[in-house]
């Protein structure tokens, strides 16, 4: 497997400012933020999968222009595969003909441009020889993080969470794993907020990363910009077995 970021940002702002999303191989995507509106026409009309970590716009910004810009000329069904409550979500706040039209009826019932299609936390789901897992979370929203599986080593991408002793027990399972995709949104001065929001902060990152009984390479994303520099100065001082880098656009990792 092969996955490209194409955006890792907590927010926009800043030249490589793109939120999360990532284009896996040529036909998958894993959360559908403003990364997405780089890509060509030809490589958007390849996707038929997204996988949806959970509910929050930075995550899903580009799920209605997708839809809407490759439906009637590709004639293929995009589906999204999320856990119930985040369908519920975009069913009632998305696509319900205010916000967006509701392409899961579109053109009529029998055939759509868009297809939601639940996962449950647990629950894998096999592409070919591709497997995605959902794996949970801790979050102010219901959500999953993404395990990817090739067949032969893997990778985890953890969409937001907070300390969160199932998705470390999940993860720990996985003696396969090569590549860990944390966030960290909030520098250590903003503990109190990163615990409100549930977010993780570096001192948070250092109690889960020294919980883990596998030994990944780590990557840090959704930095909120104007407090990157100063999240990953507070990362790089962590004392654990695990050293994480900061993750950056473009970088792409083969599993």
Known sequence: M????????GGIGCEDSRTSSFFVDDDVLVDCG???GDLGFEELRRISHVFVSHSHIDHIA??????????EVCRHTVTIYATPET???????VFNWLVWPDFTAIPDRRFSYLRLQSIQIGESLQLGTRTFTALPVLHTVPGAAWLLDSG??????????????????AINTCQSLRYLI?????????????????????????TMLNELTVSPEVFISHLKPGMSDRIMEQVDALNTHLRPTRLMRGQVFEF
Do not use: N, W
């Open 152 to 169: 032969e080593t893997q990778l985890i991408y953890s969409g937001d969470t907070t300390y969160s002793p199932d998705l470390i027990a």
């Open 2 to 9: 092969k996955l490209k970021v194409l955006g890792c940002s």
């Open 34 to 36: 403003t990364g997405v």
């Open 62 to 71: 580009a799920i209605p222009l997708l839809v809407d810009s490759i439906g």
């Open 182 to 206: 944390m966030e960290t949104a909030f520098p250590e001065e903003m503990h109190a907020m990163a615990i409100a929001a549930r977010h993780l902060c570096p001192g948070i990152l250092k």
């Open 87 to 93: 369908l519920h979500i975009l069913r009632a706040h």
